[in-house]
């Protein structure tokens, strides 16, 4: 006989002025991109009063409270409304406790300030969005904040960079759990890059590396549509004598990439 293994189960934690796309972010990947049914169980969830209300001004309601948080295998927070505002305690005292039986955590963008002010980051690496990165060091100072990274796991905690970084992160927590198979077949589904491990910032490569990295950056502006030709890995790789299994080269320009999405 054979035993199915029981769906993974995911909590979105929803809030009143919540962005429609990072609501949309975990339950799409986690959802109804899932070329097939069955790995994971997603529930959205809130501790404010109901309906809530988005930032594009429709109501959302029919969530579930902060009990779904008792029993899940992974906790959400897509973003978080206003970095000056303290989360809800009783969300802080539900994710401690989730943390502590053994449950993933992930504070996507902003939501990165909640994980931060439950105490969970305290002494180790995390990130969240650009605009922010000032802010969440002074008011966090015992975390390390690196904000030239995609997403940052620690453990069974995970933080993004802004908004669209998301979607890496959430990819990222999809492969640990089915493999890099399945993140792949779902990466295309949505039309994204197949997630990667998150790569460090240019500046922090040795001096050898930023040296190609500079001469690899002449041709960058091809690549990011500036200019009428087209252009492939392979034509870059050939205007440097160097082959397209080059690892180095591809990754600091994979590294390249990275930083200019997190600066746009």
Known sequence: MTHKTAPCRVAVVAFDRIS????SVPCVVFGEAMPEPGHFSVQVCSADPQPLRSSAGFDISGLASLRALQTADAII??????????????LLRALRSAHARGAHIVGLCL???????????????ATT????????????PAIDLDPDVLYVQRGRLLT???TAAGIDCCLHLLRERLG???????????????PDPPLQSPDKSPPGQRLQLKVALV????????????TTLEVLAQSHAAAER?????????SHIVDQRIQM
């Open 20 to 23: 429609p796309f990072h609501l």
């Open 77 to 90: 927070i897509p973003s978080w409304r206003d970095v000056h505002e303290a989360p809800p305690a009783a």
């Open 111 to 125: 939501g990165a300030y909640v994980l931060a002010a439950a105490g969970l980051l305290d002494g180790l690496r």
């Open 129 to 140: 969005h650009w605009s922010a990165a000032a802010d969440f060091a002074k008011r966090f």
């Open 160 to 162: 993004s960079a802004g």
């Open 180 to 194: 890099t198979e399945m993140a792949n077949r779902v990466a295309r589904r949505l039309v994204v890059p197949p």
């Open 219 to 230: 041709h960058l502006p091809v690549a990011q549509g500036n200019s009428p030709y087209s």
């Open 246 to 254: 080059d690892g180095p080269l591809c990754t600091l320009m994979s």
